[in-house]
């Protein structure tokens, strides 16, 4: 299991262990729409950074994959709090099928509320930091960091897919990358956004009346 350590392993070394297969998976499924909202950075600052124009796109890059990370180094103690609960106590291992469900069905929801709507818009513009005078460093950076906020914001209901449905299931992470991929560059987004709401919200139904012996 994920959550778990493997023999002679520190938490430490557990948790690093995550965060970097974390940050390979989001990297992987982020890139294909992190790439144009750089170059939409580039067009942003224009010629006027000259020389540095690389180091401030790979800035803005880095900034972004920050948020992600410290989102990993959330993620995986509330990972192993929930794996060990599981372990201890029998009545919530029984339960844990009904509550990913749940949670699936959730965020089908927040995919479908206006909340998500807005931070897709974000996403999908982020207003450059910084345009009225010369880009630099703090402003990429900052910039980079707002991009990561809306993302993680926008991403909220994939993510929940991601840690219910299996993070190692390829399956999953193809669908998911190709849903962020098109409602991020694809016209009509928020179109798209809503379609896959309704996916998660069916999967979040079936998984809860299996979990019931219905399935």
């Not at 992987?28 to 790439?35: D, I, Q």
């Not at 750089?38 to 600052?45: G, H, M, P, S, V």
């Not at 020389?51 to 690389?54: M, W």
């Not at 999953?172 to 998911?176: P, R, S, T, W, Y």
């Given at each position: 299991?994920?959550?778990m ?5 520190t938490w ?7 965060v970097?297969m ?24 224009g010629?006027?950074?000259g020389?540095?124009?690389?180091s ?14 410290l ?23 029984r339960?844990t ?61 994939y993510?929940?897919?991601l ?8 399956r ?5 990358t190709a849903a ?6 694809a ?11 309704v ?17």
């Open positions: 299991m994920m959550w350590r493997m023999p002679g392993q430490a070394g557990a948790e690093a262990a995550f970097g974390w940050i390979a998976m989001m990297a992987a499924m982020m890139l294909p729409s992190l790439v144009p909202a750089l170059w939409r950075y580039r067009r942003a600052i010629e006027a950074s020389a540095r124009t690389a401030l796109i790979a800035t803005v890059g880095v900034g972004y994959l920050f948020l992600w990370t989102l990993g180094t959330i993620v995986f103690p509330l990972g192993v709090a929930l794996a060990e609960l599981r372990m201890r106590l029998p009545a919530f291992a339960l099928p009904m509550a990913i469900g749940a949670a699936v069905l959730l965020a089908g929801v927040v995919q479908l509320s206006a909340w998500k709507a807005r931070h897709l818009a974000l996403c999908r513009d982020v207003p450059v930091i910084g345009r009225a005078r010369p880009a630099g460093a703090r402003d990429a950076w900052r910039h980079g960091l707002q991009l990561g906020v809306y993302c993680c914001r926008s991403c909220a209901g993510t929940a897919v840690l219910m449905l299996g993070m190692m299931d390829v999953v992470m193809a669908a998911v962020i991929t098109a409602e991020r560059l016209p009509g987004g928020a179109h798209i956004a809503r379609t896959a709401g996916i998660v919200v069916a999967t979040g139904l079936f998984q809860i009346a299996r979990a019931a012996g219905f399935g």
